[in-house]
């Protein structure tokens, strides 16, 4: 019950986007000077009757902050010493949208680290902040080089993408995934490999509800380059799908292989074609990853066949809410099917005809409607036109 608490809070905490470093203090009481402005020790005191923070005022000026509600490698209180209103010295307690805390650390007027915990240890010491386990994140030109940092949040329609990256010597080894929305909370991870990356739900064997597919399932991208590449989909270590993808522009000729062909109309006006040629299938568990309680995995993977597959870095500003929904510049995407040979079965298939277009669209390996020379507009209005009927 308490969770479902904390992640209302929570999930109430992104909407209003708090200011993590303008924290607006309240005090037990107030001691003013004959100026009206703060003076002396101000003190608030916790719901548990526990003292929280100490403030130390001179003419209205924050001079020093003690903070008694965590526990850092074993320094309790934290306490920061300003110069001129800007933090100097110590250990200076803020917290983020989700009121995660955020503690920075200063050296002589010198930002050296700052200490956080992850949302699943926030959720788990609820109440019991004393308990969270800290990590120390320094930075190196002004970037992460080791430690964990919590990015900005990303809108999915109705629910919010929150994700934490993990950095050693500078590049992003992994990434924890919260999905949320009201009284919801789910987290799938990313692993960063040598040429690619993993996306995986780590299984819950003492899940309360047995209607929900707790299985470890992966979905594990390896790319030759940038245009090039492999999708394995699997669950607990049994394939269940694997295919190659390969993007060209459409003047390309098809590989005559089983699969299917993407054809991505951008806003500005270029098309992507994406073949994904099928190189094996487990039915049987393709199924049951589609079954009526499959996990958010199967979701991730259905969303990778729907658009470029995302060419995630571990060293640059990664667009992580490609992982769960659409590519935003992306206003059009139609799909043929293939058999063995390279024969269309089903779909459109696009062909470039110098500055014009041509348009198949098949049904059974049977062309059910034809049309060339074809301006890009009159183009998309007939694939939307197709896509309605």
Known sequence: MKKIILLFLLFNAVISHSQNKNMKYEY????????????????????NEMTEYKHLYKEGKLIQAENYRYNLEGIK????????????????????????????????????????????????????????KFTKTTYKNNKPDNGLV???EFRLGEAHLLVSEYYTDGKITNAD????AMHYAELIKLKFLPKGYTIYKESLPNAEDEAIDNKFRSITIEFEDSKN????????NKLIAKSQFSYSDISQKIKPSKGFISYFFFNDDQILMAQNVTLETNKEL??????????????????????PIPYFSNEGKNDYSLVLEL????????????????NPVRGFLIEQQSDKYKYTQYEDSKIVSKK???TLESLKKLILNAKQQ
């Open 286 to 307: 393709y199924k049951e990853a589609y079954g009526p309680n499959s996990n958010l995995i199967s979701q991730v993977f259905l969303m990778m066949n729907n658009q």
């Open 177 to 180: 995934f919260w999905i949320m």
């Open 28 to 47: 037990d009481q107030e001691k003013l000077n004959g100026a009206g402005q703060r003076e002396g020790e101000l003190i608030h005191t916790s719901y």
């Open 372 to 374: 060339d020379s074809l």
């Open 150 to 152: 919590h990015t900005d």
């Open 229 to 236: 590449g492999n999708v394995l989909f699997e669950v607990e």
């Open 77 to 132: 209180p934290l306490i920061g010493k300003y110069k001129n209103e800007k933090p100097f010295e110590g250990y200076f307690v803020y917290s983020n949208e989700l009121e995660i805390p955020l503690i920075d650390y200063y050296e002589n007027g010198i930002f050296k680290a700052q200490y956080t915990c992850s949302l699943l240890d926030l959720m788990q010491y609820e109440g019991q902040e004393f308990n969270l």
């Open 327 to 342: 590519d935003e510049s992306i206003n059009t995407h139609v799909a043929l099917y293939v058999d063995e040979k390279g």
